[in-house]
């Protein structure tokens, strides 16, 4: 779904426009994803021969998607210190060898060299982001995506509020519903429940069960043995036309065992099946009590305080240059309404 097409959306959501104002438009974005994607495209340094691709890129990103969003209010979440850990436990495979390869080998000489420049960048990124109005969120031992999801089902408190999601994770499809929108950078294009339905035959709703038994090669996640997209839909045409669970798909399998050996794989690996699903289902987020209190709090706080001159500073001691044109007038097309 293209620009024109969501605000068409998000127009047809009530007839009455100034009903429509009075909703939340809540941009969530997947921090760490948002800094990955500028640091391996942009191969920028500064006249100290810094590489400044991530960390100018991400802003000039955040601020392309705030003017195209206009939200009322913007989270940026980042992964917490061992953040897999709970993930792991479960599959001890889980995202292994992920950031073990050069990404950007055109400036960098070795793996190491490029890692401590991600770090480094992204330490100075939440400097600059507490100079925003934009509210910043890291839990130790929590991934961005269980943050995401309790964000994007408790921030709505109207049928009107909105929660746009950005990353070029597909994860984040098993949230898309009527109040939440998936924006994927990488292909410019907003998700809606229409979205996932034109693209993968199946509704928002099923996306979980799919990628469960699919798997997901990204995080080594192992699907089915044998089983793909076509061969998934002829086996389960249930996934098209109604929500289906695991538990659903293991009583079809039990009923028709004798029909297909697929159905008998997944009666076998029934176990190593739902590990899947604790390890991808975002409905059920890996937060403990303490984080969910933790994130209502961060949720019923105020905007952070707006400090520009902060943030041209710090822009001015990286040398950032033309990565973003007239920072000044910049600032105040991008955040000045964020400060509401």
Same mark, same amino acid.
């Given at each position: 779904?293209?620009?024109?097409?969501?605000?068409?959306?998000?127009?047809?959501?009530?007839?009455?426009?100034?009903?429509?104002?009075?909703?939340?438009?809540?941009?969530?974005?997947?921090?760490?994803?948002?800094?990955?994607?500028?640091?391996?495209?942009?191969?920028?340094?500064?006249?100290?021969?810094?590489?400044?691709?991530?960390?100018?890129?991400?802003?000039?990103?955040?601020?392309?998607?705030?003017?195209?969003?206009?939200?009322?209010?913007?989270?940026?979440?980042?992964?917490?210190?061992?953040?897999?850990?709970?993930?792991?436990?479960?599959?001890?495979?889980?995202?292994?060898?992920?950031?073990?390869?050069?990404?950007?080998?055109?400036?960098?000489?070795?793996?190491?060299?490029?890692?401590?420049?991600?770090?480094?960048?992204?330490?100075?990124?939440?400097?600059?982001?507490?100079?925003?109005?934009?509210?910043?969120?890291?839990?130790?031992?929590?991934? %961005?995506?269980?943050?995401?999801?309790?964000?994007?089902?408790?921030?709505?408190?109207?049928?009107?509020?909105?929660?746009?999601?950005?990353?070029?994770?597909?994860?984040?499809?098993?949230?898309?519903?009527?109040?939440?929108?998936?924006?994927?950078?990488?292909?410019?294009?907003?998700?809606?429940?229409?979205?996932?339905?034109?693209?993968?035959?199946?509704? %928002?709703?099923?996306?979980?069960?799919?990628?469960? $038994?699919?798997?997901?090669?990204?995080?080594?996640?192992?699907?089915?043995?044998?089983?793909?997209?076509?061969?998934?839909?002829?086996?389960?045409?249930?996934?098209?036309?109604?929500?289906?669970?695991?538990?659903?798909?293991?009583?079809?399998?039990?009923?028709?065992?004798?029909?297909? $050996?697929?159905?008998?794989?997944?009666?076998?690996?029934?176990?190593?099946?739902?590990?899947?699903?604790?390890?991808?289902?975002?409905?059920?987020?890996?937060?403990?009590?303490?984080?969910?209190?933790?994130?209502?709090?961060?949720?019923?706080?105020?905007?952070?305080?707006?400090?520009?001159?902060?943030?041209?500073?710090?822009?001015?001691?990286?040398?950032?240059?033309?990565?973003?044109?007239?920072?000044?007038?910049?600032?105040?097309?991008?955040?000045?309404?964020?400060?509401?």
């Amino acid at each position: 779904m293209k620009r024109k097409e969501l605000l068409k959306l998000l127009e047809n959501v009530q007839e009455d426009k100034e009903s429509i104002a009075e909703g939340k438009r809540v941009l969530v974005i997947d921090g760490l994803n948002l800094f990955f994607r500028n640091f391996a495209i942009l191969n920028m340094v500064n006249p100290n021969g810094a590489h400044i691709g991530g960390l100018g890129g991400f802003f000039r990103s955040l601020g392309f998607l705030i003017k195209q969003m206009d939200p009322t209010e913007v989270y940026i979440v980042f992964d917490g210190i061992g953040s897999s850990q709970n993930r792991k436990n479960l599959i001890p495979e889980y995202k292994s060898n992920r950031h073990l390869t050069r990404v950007n080998s055109v400036v960098f000489d070795d793996y190491e060299e490029e890692s401590d420049a991600k770090i480094d960048q992204i330490i100075r990124i939440i400097h600059y982001l507490k100079t925003l109005p934009v509210k910043v969120i890291s839990v130790d031992k929590v991934e %961005a995506d269980d943050v995401i999801a309790f964000l994007s089902k408790e921030v709505p408190k109207d049928p009107k509020d909105k929660v746009f999601i950005v990353s070029s994770d597909r994860d984040f499809i098993q949230l898309i519903n009527k109040n939440t929108i998936l924006y994927r950078p990488i292909e410019k294009e907003y998700y809606t429940e229409q979205t996932v339905v034109d693209k993968f035959q199946i509704k %928002a709703e099923n996306f979980l069960t799919y990628k469960i $038994l699919m798997g997901d090669n990204s995080d080594k996640i192992l699907g089915v043995k044998g089983l793909g997209p076509k061969k998934l839909f002829k086996l389960f045409p249930e996934l098209k036309e109604q929500k289906t669970t695991l538990d659903d798909i293991f009583d079809i399998s039990e009923k028709k065992i004798k029909e297909n $050996l697929i159905y008998a794989r997944i009666l076998q690996t029934i176990e190593e099946l739902r590990k899947n699903s604790r390890v991808m289902d975002l409905s059920n987020p890996m937060l403990s009590d303490d984080d969910k209190t933790f994130l209502e709090e961060v949720i019923k706080s105020p905007i952070p305080d707006y400090l520009p001159s902060h943030f041209i500073s710090l822009y001015e001691e990286d040398h950032l240059g033309n990565i973003i044109r007239n920072v000044d007038s910049w600032l105040k097309e991008v955040f000045e309404n964020l400060k509401r």
